[in-house]
């Protein structure tokens, strides 16, 4: 039985694991691209879930929604700091991933959505993959 | 003033002054059999041409680029073109979640904008072209007066985001040319 509660606290933390290829995921500058939070439909993290930073990365290496490729670092995102950007986080858990939750933007706009993700980029911490 | 350049392979051809001759040498660097295109499917139609004679402002043309800033300016553009190249075959799920395919009409666009950016003297620096997870490519650039962001779609919209000073704006622009304007005016 899961020890998680159904409602994301702004207190918790969520990550995204980030992949090597293609170039360019990563600017000059070794700053994450906003690319990584723009996708179709919301945005894949993982719920910190009262975890260290360790076990989170080893639960998502281990357990990635696609096998092909790597996770090479991880953002780390506070929750209440995406939402005070406008962004809205949701528990969505899965059968084979009780942490799994989606970030979006409240009002999703398919051109619009570039706002704030570089705040919450910014505001993150990148993490190694071990 | 100077009207923009066009590109004819390496080789630049600097027109000033008149709208007529810079629309003749548009007309002939498309025509040109030299200029080739690395990644644009010429029968995609929902890429918009370039009309670069339209651009007729008070910027300076690469073709007063000394041969160190020629050197530069090549290399930023060669690289940025070999990142965008990347994006070429992604597959579905290339980001380890369920990103969509970089679109060709995206990577097309991107190319286009590329290419009329480094028309102008120094506008090509500082880009860097990223992946999306929706199949949009984006160029973004930080510097000392803020963060500023393109997304190129497959529908042929592009996307401009700045920020500057806590202060952001957004425009969505439909050519390239209203684009590279934006760059002049917002980012340069």
Not at chain 1, 48 to 73: A, H, L, Q, W
Not at chain 2, 46 to 69: A, C, K
Request: net charge negative.
């Amino acid at each position: 039985m899961s020890s998680l509660s159904e409602n994301v606290e702004d207190g918790e933390f969520v990550f995204r694991g980030i992949v090597d290829k293609p170039e360019g995921i990563f600017d000059r500058y070794g700053k994450l691209a906003t690319g990584c939070l723009k996708q179709s439909t919301g945005v894949s993290v993982d719920r910190d879930g009262n975890r260290t930073d360790d076990e989170v990365i080893e639960f998502m290496v281990e357990n990635r929604p696609t096998s092909n490729r790597k996770f090479v670092k991880f953002l780390k995102m506070n929750v209440g700091n995406i939402r005070s950007n406008g962004w809205k986080v949701d528990a969505d858990p899965l059968p084979t991933n009780e942490f799994h939750a989606e970030m979006d933007q409240v009002v999703p706009s398919k051109h619009l959505n570039q706002v704030n993700a570089r705040a919450i980029i910014d505001s993150g911490m990148i993490i190694d993959a071990k | 003033m100077i009207d923009y350049c066009v590109e004819r392979n390496t080789t630049f051809i600097g027109l000033k002054n008149t709208l007529a001759l810079g629309c003749v040498a548009s007309a002939m660097a498309f025509a040109s059999p030299e200029y080739e295109l690395n990644f644009i499917d010429k029968k995609d139609t929902n890429v918009p041409l370039v009309n670069y004679s339209l651009f007729s402002r008070d910027v300076e043309s690469i073709q007063s680029l000394t041969q160190e800033e020629e050197r530069v300016e090549a290399a930023e553009f060669d690289h940025a073109m070999k990142v965008l190249g990347s994006f070429v075959g992604l597959e579905k799920g290339w980001d380890g979640y369920d990103a969509e395919p970089i679109s060709s009409q995206s990577i097309n666009l991107t190319e286009r904008l590329l290419k009329a950016i480094r028309v102008v003297k120094g506008l090509i620096l500082g880009w860097d072209v990223s992946p999306t997870g929706r199949g949009s490519v984006q160029i973004e650039k930080t510097t000392d007066c803020g963060y500023f962001e393109i997304e190129l779609f497959e529908d042929g919209l592009m996307y401009c985001f700045s920020e500057r000073n806590g202060e952001s704006t957004c425009s969505e622009l439909k050519t390239i040319d209203d684009v590279v304007s934006w760059v002049i005016d917002v980012v340069s």
